[in-house]
């Protein structure tokens, strides 16, 4: 009766081992870098939003944000070399993925030459969901403002957007390069707060399912050399 409820209690163990390793913030970690340039995501890493607050009809309708990066890429211009991104951007509308972007140009960086450059769409609509590390507030401040017709200002982690219309987006931007809130204001009141949904988080690990078999081997083999000892 020992052996079993010992056979059982490895297992147990071997499973809570195994689901640590899964959800380990090292997922959270992949990034993508072409030179000194650094974009925190792998391609096909996806990201999601989840609506906490909205008071304009259309976004009181979508409960969930999707930005995937579609692609990532050496792209050269004048002799020089940038990062270029692209991403799909979807929103979960009535129970279904309408797609607002595929594949569109998302950025351009170049960290030596301390370049940024964002999409219309990007700048225009404050859908600027990930940024290049390390975070540099007054960079991407001076690329939205020459790309469009914005103010903007800094606030600790916060990046504000201003429109000239009584419009604001706020940014809140961790520092692994995430916008972890996004959130626009007209005339004191919120259109829309968007904050990350961390469990919904699609991130592909180094490796992919080779780091998973690995990780089952070694679980596996973690508690056949327990059971030998005993």
Not at 37 to 66: G, L, Q
Not at 148 to 155: E, Q, V
Not at 176 to 201: A, C, D, Q
Request: charged letters at 20%; glycine letters at 4%.
């Amino acid at each position: 009766m020992i052996k079993v409820k010992n056979k059982r209690n490895y297992w147990l163990s071997a499973l809570c081992f195994l689901i640590f390793f899964i959800n380990f913030p090292i997922n959270s970690v992949s990034n993508t870098v072409l030179g000194e340039s650094v974009f925190p995501a792998e391609i096909n890493d996806e990201f999601v939003w989840k609506s906490v607050n909205a008071t304009e009809s259309w976004y009181m309708e979508v409960n969930y944000i999707r930005f995937t990066a579609t692609n990532i890429y050496n792209e050269t211009n004048n002799d020089k070399i940038y990062l270029f991104v692209n991403y799909t951007l979807e929103y979960y509308y009535r129970n279904n993925w309408l797609p607002e972007y595929i594949n569109s140009f998302y950025m351009a960086y170049n960290k030596t030459l301390d370049f940024l450059n964002w999409s219309a769409e990007g700048f225009q609509r404050g859908n600027l969901f990930l940024f290049p590390t390390p975070v540099n507030y007054s960079l991407i401040g001076e690329a939205i403002k020459i790309a469009g017709f914005f103010d903007y200002s800094i606030s600790g982690k916060k990046l504000i957007l201003d429109y000239r219309n009584s419009t604001t987006i706020e940014l809140t931007i961790d520092p692994s390069g995430i916008s972890t809130i996004i959130e626009k204001i007209t005339n004191g009141t919120t259109i829309y707060r968007w904050e990350l949904n961390k469990e919904e988080i699609i991130i592909r690990v180094p490796f992919g399912n080779y780091y998973l078999i690995v990780l089952i081997i070694s679980v596996m083999s973690l508690v056949i050399v327990k059971k030998k000892r005993c």
